[in-house]
């Protein structure tokens, strides 16, 4: 390591909090000096095949030379102006982009710079909407356990209570209701009996609920887990039938990773409000977008106060807006579902391995996802080191060993991906004997 790299990492590690991470406690992340392809460089010169796609987000791969001269040029006639009151192309290419790809019904789009505040927002809405429809009461959420909508406070207050830590947070966080994660498997059918504890919570309080905010098919951060689409088809009926708006947090499932486009078409169904945010500049910049209907944004536009109560500083930001109107026609013009069958089958192939190893519980893939989930936590600092040692960039969390590599992958790369996941966590076993 050279000297300007240890001094990096000593002002890093005394002033700089990372995600979930403590100051001052020997945490010690890896410098990264460029990334290219489905490489990051780090200071000493080792390349690292990425497995994160960081966090849903890089699919197309860093540094891609497409996106990287939409950014460029859009710089170059101008790098942000405010959205009061003013407009410009690439925020209107996007949002008719957006309103084209997403379920037929969607058709109004709000902007905001995180997944979290697209969150927020899509919360905002359907309160404003029930409020301006005469049902000042309907200020709750529904949602399933395991689940994760993002960091800030109502986007929190929906995220499972326990691996979302409420009780730290138990008296400024609103009380919403949970309902037991979906038990059935992708592909597998759902029975009334299944579908009872949200229909309970919906007949006995719909007076106070807004809405019903899920993640479609695959949660995310809250563990990883993936749904069956019956379930989902289901849970959108109960709603109609309970008179519940349907939110559709597709901020980790939207842009293919799934297998669909949006993870709401494994089950044929159009939310009355999305989220995407992630995968939506290929990982250029933070730009999150919140769909919804007709009926309810003109139910806001003619309520009271008569306008939607939100407004980010950096709202529609034109650069974030033009690398992901370039990052969506890259992917719409590729052959991207069979890239993603391709992917589907290379984990799948890949990880079966660990099927054998008896400290993993369960290996599942759908789309360009991939879990092992093993029986015991992991040590995340000594398995990442182990990880880097193999050439790859993997960093499981809890119990949870996953892969989400950018689109790009070639075969190559993804063998090499699964087979260090497959040889560390044999070396997890190994260690534990
Ligand atoms: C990551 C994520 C969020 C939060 O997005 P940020 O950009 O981190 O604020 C919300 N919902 C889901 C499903 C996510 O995966």
Known sequence: MNLNAKSLLECDRSHIWHPY??????HSPYLVESASGVRLKLDNGQELIDGMASWWCVIHGYNHPELNQAVTTQLNSMAHVMFGGLTHAPAIELASKLVDITPEPLQSVFFSDSGSVSVEVAMKMAIQYWHDKGHPTRQHFVTLRSGYHGDTFGAMSVCDPITGMHTLFADTLSKQFFVEAPQRGYGEQCSDEDMRPLR????????????????PIVQGAGGMRFYSPDYLRRAHELCKQYDVLLIADEVATGFGRTGKLFACEHSGISPDIMCVGKALTGGYLS?????????????????NPGVFMHGPTFMANPLACSVANRSIDLLLESDWQNNINRLQQGLERGLAPCRELSQVKEVRVLGAIGVVEMKQAVDMKKITQEFVESGVW???????????PPY???????????????????????SKL
């Open 408 to 430: 790009i992958i070639d075969d190559k790369d993804l063998t090499q991906l699964t087979s260090a996941v497959v040889n560390v966590v044999k070396r997890q076993v190994e």
């Open 200 to 215: 309970e919570i919906l007949q006995h309080h719909g007076d106070h609920i807004a809405g019903l905010i899920l993640e």
């Open 21 to 26: 991470s403590a100051i001052g406690s020997g």
């Open 287 to 303: 730009l999150a977008a919140t769909l919804t209907t007709e009926a309810i944004s003109h139910t806001i536009s003619q309520g």
């Open 394 to 404: 993997v960093r499981p969390f809890g119990r949870l060993v996953y892969l989400m």
